[in-house]
């Protein structure tokens, strides 16, 4: 059902650079809203195309193969929604800034601080918007949490302890075998994954981060872990102890197909989801790979520690090996009372003074773009606002709050590489980053 509640009057014309999984959930918000059209897209995939083709009516002319393609094509749209794998992110976002599109970009910012840096820079030069999909600040549930710490019942926030739980099989699906595995092929675990949770820690407790430290490293996905029934097997199709492996890839992909389901993960698996393909790229594919044998090099578990203003501190833990998937855990300790946050549903806030508890709702999400609690809806939303109104107030993750994010991620890396506390001040200077704006 179209979104008729607007003051948007004029849909915003969009293109789609990547038609995949995050492409195709943004995309969709055209369906059920009259704020925004999707005119164009580009992707190398001739399935994933000609999807979304379908899906917005778009004609031959504009459908593209690359990027390049679109941004060399005659421009049609106001703005850009750039959803193609990490390494490409900065040259995509650098590219299209210089065409005058305004853009939604997929996280990370760039798989570098200096990439960060340059895309900041592309944008505030050529007087575009750019907001980064940290989709957590535009959840219900985030917004209530951010609007009880801003409310001063907790008092002053003196602490902050944050988790995210990957979820076994989404880490060993995303981090051990898929894309995301090795950081020379996209980024280190906690760029490609927490850059959310250290960006919402931030909204919290105000950008003001002076100092980091951080430990982690493989816990488990490595080849001496190898259970010995496994033997010389690299791949689970070929394994004996496969029935007994809780990272089977038929658990995950094959057992899921047989009865129906063709959601994720296995839509990132292969194009047609039936038990033939499936089984086929299992045999063949990366996602088949024993999760013990494969070129993984990125964290599966990491601690980071982050000192603010004013003796204020938070810590932060991105494990692996959880039932929940992405379902953060937060605690925020004020000096008038504490929040207990379960990630999802319930907020409680506990008052030192009348020692009594209240639970908070944050509002309902609608089903259309309901993932990530929500937090997709909000954010293509915000977004369509702020290019019809010319309002970039409307973005919570715009450039500049998300270049700080990206700067206490990459001083927790060095940190954790070198095993030191790196001071904010002294590696923004070190790296070349002027003082914003």
Not at 18 to 36: E, H, P, Q, T
Not at 159 to 181: C, D, I, K, L, T
Request: proline letters at 3%.
């Amino acid at each position: 059902m179209a979104d008729n509640n607007s003051s948007v009057t004029t849909p915003v014309k969009v293109a789609i650079v990547g038609c995949g999984n995050r492409g195709g959930i943004y995309s969709s918000f055209a369906l059920v809203s009259d704020k925004m059209q999707v005119v164009a897209i580009a992707d190398r995939s001739e399935s994933r195309r000609k999807t979304i083709q379908d899906y917005h009516g778009i004609p031959e002319e504009n459908c593209h193969l690359s990027w390049e393609d679109l941004l060399n094509a005659p421009k049609i749209a106001d703005a850009v929604l750039i959803c193609i794998h990490d390494v490409e992110h900065e040259a995509a976002a650098i590219s299209f800034a210089s065409k005058g599109y305004h853009i939604l970009l997929e996280k990370p910012m760039a798989t570098t601080l200096s990439g960060c840096w340059a895309v900041y820079k592309a944008v505030r030069d050529n007087n575009v918007m750019l907001a980064i999909c940290h989709v957590l600040r535009y959840t219900p549930y985030n917004r209530k949490v951010k609007e009880i710490v801003d409310s001063g019942i907790l008092g002053d926030v003196v602490g902050m302890q944050h988790m995210e739980p990957v979820g076994h099989y989404h880490f060993a699906h995303s981090y051990v075998r898929g894309n995301w595995r090795k950081e020379d092929e996209s980024s280190f675990s906690l760029m490609t994954k927490s850059c959310h949770d250290i960006d919402i820690m931030l909204y919290f407790m105000g950008n003001n981060c002076t100092r980091v430290s951080s430990f982690g490293g493989i816990s488990h996905f490595k080849k001496e872990n190898k259970p010995s029934d496994a033997g010389d097997a690299k791949r689970c199709t070929d394994c004996s102890f496969e029935a007994n492996c809780p990272y089977s890839a038929k658990k995950i992909y094959l057992e899921p197909a047989e009865r129906g389901f063709k959601g994720w993960p296995l839509n990132a698996v292969t194009d047609v989801i039936d038990i033939e393909n499936i089984g086929n790229a299992l045999r063949e594919g990366p996602y088949g790979r024993c999760v013990y044998e494969s070129d993984n090099d990125v964290c599966d578990n990491q601690v980071v520690n982050m000192e603010f203003g004013d003796n204020r501190y938070a810590s932060f833990s991105m494990v692996a090996f959880t039932k929940e998937i992405c379902v953060r855990k937060t605690r925020i300790f004020g000096t008038r009372g504490e929040l207990i946050g379960d990630g999802d549903k319930s907020i409680e806030v506990y008052d030192f003074l009348t020692q009594t508890s209240t639970f908070h709702k944050p509002d309902s999400v609608s089903d259309s773009l309901s993932g990530h609690g929500g937090g997709d809806m909000g954010l293509i939303s915000a977004f369509v606002d702020a290019v019809a109104m010319k309002d970039p107030s409307l973005l919570s993750s715009d450039a500049l709050s998300s270049l700080d994010a990206y700067l206490v991620v990459f001083a927790a890396e060095e940190a954790r590489r070198n095993g030191t506390v790196v001071d904010l001040n002294k590696f923004r200077n070190q790296n070349g980053m002027d003082a914003a704006p």
